[in-house]
């Protein structure tokens, strides 16, 4: 049997989700190839701590903590404890701004990414839309240094980022301030999990629960948003933020037309569910 098919036989053991993809991941890059050329690793080359990467994942830790790195759009970003780690769904609702910044009729649209976390969104906002000018608000330190760290990242492999996404720590119900009324699109992917729901051990375990849950419904956090995006965005501005596929008709009806908001629409995800809500502000 070859060493990919222990790995993989071992992580199905342990109940992982993807076992061949994270088994092939992990060998890719302890031995510095693409994925697609680990078939040219033969067995007798195999570096012996994949087997210590092996158990890691198999204690359910990560594939993206073992690596160091998470992948998001065009960008590769670093991660570790301390910090939310980006998902494929959040790609979608971040496309869909990237678009929308497209169509807009501003020389150089200002967009406010509240909970940036590791940056992903910002970054890929500032990347796609060459003169857009990004504030990404986070108030968790930890998560705070390593968008610190992906941003100068970034700007070094790709100088035109340089400046154009701005950092502010603080809480997103007051920040970024000075921006009151002057902003294109408000942008978010906050906490939504309800209070006591069950997650797997790598969510539960390795992420920051303040990125997870938000009260008893998961929808404390969106709730500020809404109020945040009605101070932030300038007339016809647009707010998109993400939330669970159960939430969709919840979401809704906080950024209902009672609350002033114009053309609100759930928007789904690849495998069919409600996975983010779009609104105008008058």
Do not use: K
């Amino acid at each position: 049997m070859s060493e990919i098919a222990v790995a993989v036989a071992r992580l199905a053991e342990a109940g992982v989700e993807s076992p061949r993809a994270d088994a092939e991941l992990i060998a890719a890059w302890r031995h510095g190839v693409p994925r697609s050329r680990l078939h040219l690793v033969p067995d007798r080359d195999f570096d012996p701590r994949f087997w210590d990467d092996v158990a890691r994942r198999e204690a359910r830790e990560p594939v993206q903590h073992i690596t160091g790195a998470a992948y998001f759009r065009y960008l590769e970003l670093e991660v570790g404890p301390g910090v939310f780690l980006p998902r494929p769904e959040t790609e979608e609702m971040t496309g869909w701004a990237i678009g929308r910044l497209r169509e807009m009729d501003v020389a150089e649209p200002v967009v406010a990414d509240l909970g940036t976390g590791s940056g992903a969104i910002a970054l890929a906002i500032a990347q796609e839309v060459p003169r857009a000018r990004v504030h990404a608000v986070e108030a968790d330190p930890i998560a705070l240094e390593w968008a610190r760290r992906n941003a100068g990242r970034c700007a070094a492999a790709a100088p035109h980022l340089a400046g154009r996404v701005t950092l502010h720590a603080g809480d997103f119900a007051v920040a970024p301030a000075g921006l009151d009324g002057a902003v294109d699109l408000v942008i978010a992917n906050p906490p939504y999990i309800p209070a006591g729901a069950l997650v797997p051990p790598e969510v539960g375990e390795y992420e920051p629960a303040a990125a997870l849950f938000a009260g008893q419904d998961g929808l404390d956090a969106i709730r500020v948003i809404e109020r945040a995006a009605r101070r932030l965005l300038r007339p016809g501005g647009v707010v998109a933020v993400e939330h669970g596929a159960p939430q969709g008709a919840a979401v809704y009806w906080v950024f209902a037309e009672e609350n002033g908001w114009l053309g609100t629409r759930n928007h789904r995800d690849l495998a069919g569910r409600d996975r983010f809500v779009t609104a105008t502000w008058p």
